[in-house]
């Protein structure tokens, strides 16, 4: 059973910076992965996804309106672990933080269906993020 390791929540004040991580278990990859928040009451919301071609040494990134141009995602090929660094955090980004992985369109053309919960098979198991005004 495929699982996906995160760290690195916490509470911070607004204008904060937190860096959160996901490493899949047993060696396992994944071309393409993407980091969900999800807020109590709401519904599970993308935040950005991160596809590479390990071959090609390419790479592309999807972010959602809400967080383009404060977070960034990023992944440590050597260590096969994925990153959300948020900046300039903000109270409405409270939330617990999921990494997913394992899509079955991995290599269909970017778009929004990188950022739903539905085209992802494997989840982490959530950290929480506070971010207090």
């Known amino acids: 059973q495929v699982q996906l390791v995160q760290s690195g929540g916490a509470s911070v004040q607004a204008g904060g910076s937190l860096q959160l991580s996901c490493t899949p278990s047993g060696g396992n990859y994944f071309a393409l992965m993407a980091w969900f928040r999800q807020a109590p009451g709401k519904q599970r919301e993308g935040v950005a996804s991160?596809?590479?071609?390990?071959?090609?040494?390419?790479?592309?990134?999807y972010y959602s309106d809400s967080v383009k141009g404060r977070f960034n995602v990023s992944r440590d090929d050597a260590k096969n672990t994925l990153y959300l660094h948020m900046n300039d955090l903000k109270p409405e980004d409270s939330a617990t933080y999921y990494c997913?992985?394992?899509?079955?369109?991995?290599?269909?053309?970017?778009?929004?269906?990188?950022?739903?919960?539905?085209?992802?098979?494997?989840w982490g198991r959530g950290t929480p993020v506070t971010v207090s005004s």
């Open positions: 991160h596809y590479q071609i390990q071959r090609l040494h390419t790479q592309d990134t």
């Open positions: 997913a992985g394992g899509s079955r369109r991995a290599g269909s053309p970017p778009g929004n269906w990188r950022l739903a919960p539905e085209e992802y098979n494997y």
